[in-house]
């Protein structure tokens, strides 16, 4: 059973701070991971994803950090903006097929 | 480009009544899927389509039935709905997979069912 994480239900960030938002996984095979943006009423949108066979991807303010053997993920969003307020989802990927953790919600504040 | 759109977007159903969702995508996608996300939940697959006329068991399938008679349209049906088919349901498309391991999907905006 592959399973994702995110053991944080919520997180509050001042404007212009760093957001660190956390996932674990288990049994991991040749996966991708990938980070989902969703905000209300809308559905999902990719944001960022990283292969398991690297440690770090960065796009603009997005960074995932993958730790292998802790079976660890991080996505880091510096500086945090207003807009970036959202449900964020780390997700793993096997073959297109989508495993999603529960969810944090950000909440950065101006 | 409309990108992935769902009908309806709200619906409110007594338990043991027939609902079809519609989802259509104009990406030309080989890939489908509809999802279901309740409270506190992240996404769960229900069932997805590798292609027209094809159609397999996602992670929780029972109560469900789908069809793919066209490439760009995914139907879910609910034969008998059940309050436990209250849900946000998203349907989402991606690009055949050839030997990629990457999985990003293009998900609608998501139908907010009800079963009383």
């Known amino acids: 059973d592959q399973q994702v994480k995110q053991n944080s239900p919520s997180l509050s960030v001042q404007e212009g701070r760093i957001s660190i938002l956390n996932c674990d996984y288990t049994n991991s095979m040749f996966d991708y991971f990938l980070w989902y943006k969703k905000y209300p009423a809308e559905g999902p949108t990719f944001l960022i994803s990283?292969?398991?066979?690297?440690d770090k991807n960065e796009d603009g303010r997005f960074t995932v950090f993958l730790n292998k053997s802790a079976k660890h993920l991080s996505l880091h969003i510096v500086p945090s903006q207003p807009g970036d307020s959202a449900v964020y989802f780390c997700?793993?990927?096997?073959?297109?097929?989508?495993?999603f953790g529960q969810g944090t919600i950000l909440t950065v504040h101006p | 480009n409309a990108g992935v759109t769902q009908t309806p977007k709200f619906r409110v159903l007594k338990t043991g009544q027939s609902m079809t969702l519609l989802c259509a995508q104009d990406m030309n996608h080989e890939y489908m899927y509809w999802y279901r996300q309740d409270p506190g939940m992240g996404l769960r697959l229900i069932h997805y389509?590798?292609?027209?006329?094809?159609?397999a068991k996602g992670e929780v399938p029972d109560g469900y039935n789908v069809s793919r008679l066209k490439k760009q349209n995914f139907l879910l049906g609910l034969e008998s709905a059940a309050p436990s088919q209250t849900s946000v349901y998203f349907c989402a498309s991606s690009y055949r997979l050839s030997g990629s391991l990457s999985g990003e999907q293009f998900f609608g905006p998501g139908t907010r069912l009800t079963v009383l």
């Open positions: 997700v793993r990927t096997s073959y297109g097929k989508l495993t």
């Open positions: 389509s590798v292609g027209e006329g094809t159609t």
């Open positions: 990283i292969s398991s066979i690297k």
